[in-house]
């Protein structure tokens, strides 16, 4: 067994959709870096980026309901929605200037114009959805959102939904053409060959196995190379843990109090896939229905048209299953090695408030595969179960910590950034709308990690990014003239012409 001692400015743990993009933009804010990434498996995007381990949305709050909750006077809030669309559009601009600068190509590979639609049953859900719209066409993000509830209009819309539906049954479905399709897959794998190209270091079999701060506050990285046996000691000035669920058990390595007081819940995700071209050929859309009541933000059903190495096929789900393990290829001790003294009250907390959802996963866990399919039937009336099969996708880690609006134990939905106080060491947790806003998401992170040196970044981030900083909503002129361009850029066709 070796043992080497070797120093980074940066080093990146997780070879994922945030790890390269948090590369790339330190590339281009610092180019002389020396970063180095370290990925526990032979390839990146293996895990939660991998295409099929996600639904692959460009989350843009166009068809996700649980983003414009109603309120109990019938009011729709919108906020969220418009938050998560304006974080979309500042990944795309950053997407758009990497092809002109000829650092990603070939926009087809990793994103496709794809419509988003919202389908809603029941006169109730209708009328909800005919709120949502009339809410939403007010802000320009959201132009060209249409809707309707026409059985004729539906059958052009969606034709496969519409084969053997009742005549009278009452459904609702809004359609906007400016959704897409994403294979982050294929985009982490692209970005990271920029990265490599530029004199990144990209060590595969290679496991973090612990963190520990120097005297002199650098970080000591010690990592295992599962190609050698050996262990290895890196230090670095910055650290960033993007390693998916292995995120919270390594950051609960560092001690530091940022890592105190959370916890974090598996959840695994299965979804049926028709790759049948005559059933494909019928359905364009990415389709988000209503979470049952009772089941949570996660559990939202959707039908997808999905392109993935360049093969275009159906995907609908998500249907919850339990693994304790944090990752696909992790360990089934992982949930409890990551109960710690230090957030064992936030988990029992958050069990004792979270029946519903155990209640929600059990049922999920006792659903056999044709009573899955006939979940898929209130979507597809006549779905045949010998057209799908059923596919086991990414495990999610959702975040539980304590806060003041919540309380102890209180279950997170969203994407967290973890930085410490002073900015050496940060972490990425939690789930959707993830991808889809990671470059919002890397940009706020640097923000926090290196506040003196943004302020002198922040020319370059708007160059990366001409709208950085702007409320897109309240600059309509704006917000088209970056859309053309950047739908230009990424060849998005199809996406709507705004007036």
Known sequence: MSTSISKSDVVLIGGGIMSATLGTLLKELKPEGNIKVFEKLDAVASESSNAWNNAGTGHSALCELNYTPEAADGSIDARKAIKINEQFQISKQFWSYLIEKGQLDNPSDFINSV???SFVEGKDNVNFLKKRVEKLVQNPLFEGMEISDDHEVL???VPLMMEGRNPSEEIAVTKIESGTDIDFGSLTEKLFDNLTEKGVSLLYKHEVQDLRRTNNGQWQVKVKNLNTGGLEFH????VFIGAGGASLPLLQK??????KNIGGFPVSGQFLVCEDEEIVNKHEAKVYG???VGAPPMSVPH????YIDGKRS???GPFAGFSPKFLKTGSNLDLFASVKPTNVFTMLSAGAKELGLTKYLVQQLLLKQEEKVEELREFIPEANSKDWKLITAGQRVQVIKDTD????GTLMFGTETIVSEDGSITALLGASPGASVCVDAMINLLSRAFPEEFTEWESKIKEMIPTYGMSLSEHPEEFKEMYKRTNDTLKLKKAVQLS
């Open 115 to 117: 419509p988003h639609m």
């Open 155 to 157: 059958k052009e819309w």
């Open 235 to 238: 230090t670095a000035d910055f």
């Open 254 to 259: 560092t001690k530091l109090p940022e890592s």
């Open 290 to 292: 209503k979470a049952k």
């Open 303 to 306: 039908l997808d048209t999905r």
């Open 314 to 316: 159906l995907l609908f």
């Open 405 to 408: 609006k919540g309380g102890k």
